[in-house]
């Protein structure tokens, strides 16, 4: 039973670039949160999709928006990268319907130069 | 605003020992789940342990087990017979739903160390 995966691992960008992340999530999971993690700190929520609409979002600009496919994995995109995005980027999986627990990918470096 | 709070930046616990991390929350909704992941340095946020704010009986894992205390909003953890392995940050987590969505809100964690 495959886990959450995410791709790619690390990434390098420059400042004003556009970035996707991806992610897949557990079998049997039709839910994605995203999540932005700096170093030392604990991980903020950025949005949560389900049936391919964003359900909440988190107090993240709009530079940030997401998609998720009728497979149920999902991307993040990033615009006009900033410094102060650099961060570990987790994906979580659950499953619809309450509050249910969410299962982690191994998440994405960004780093922006 | 949902707030959680570990004021526990760093503990340390000789293997085999047993230690205590810390947590408590700050809602006003009554249907809410409580959490603690380990996150090890390959940076994997794991799943240790969930409890239910209607349950009154304290989870229990193995190892791992939580003190609630609900009308003190407070949740920690304890590692029995600590292991080498349990080195991590350790953050507690609360989901609160809101209106169709439940996100989860993060403290700061807990830095683990196991000594020899």
């Known amino acids: 039973d495959a886990g959450v995966t995410q791709s790619p691992t690390h990434l390098i960008k420059t400042r004003g670039q556009q970035v996707t992340l991806r992610c897949s999530p557990k079998s049997g999971h039709d839910t994605v949160s995203w999540y932005q993690q700096a170093l030392g700190q604990g991980p903020q929520f950025i949005f949560q999709y389900y049936e391919e609409e964003e359900r909440q979002r988190g107090n993240f600009p709009d530079r940030f928006s997401g998609h998720q496919f009728p497979n149920y994995s999902s991307e993040l995109n990033v615009n006009a990268l900033l410094l102060g995005d650099s961060a570990l980027y987790l994906c979580a999986s659950s499953l619809a319907g309450g509050l249910e627990t969410q299962y982690f990918g191994p998440g994405t470096r960004l780093l922006v130069l | 605003a949902q707030t959680v709070t570990q004021s526990q930046p760093e503990m340390s616990v000789q293997e085999a020992e047993t230690v205590t991390l810390s947590c408590t929350y700050d809602?006003?909704?009554?249907?809410?789940?409580l959490f603690w992941y380990k996150q090890p340095p390959s940076r994997q946020m794991i799943l240790v342990i969930r409890q239910e704010a209607y349950k009154q009986q304290n989870a229990t894992e193995n190892r791992f087990s939580v003190n609630f205390q609900k009308a003190a909003k407070s949740f920690s953890l304890k590692i029995s017979d600590s292991q080498l392995g349990d080195a991590a940050m350790y953050f507690c987590a609360c989901t609160f739903r809101t209106g169709t969505a439940s996100k989860l809100t993060f403290g700061t964690g807990t830095r683990l160390q196991v000594t020899l």
């Open positions: 809602t006003s909704e009554s249907d809410y789940y």
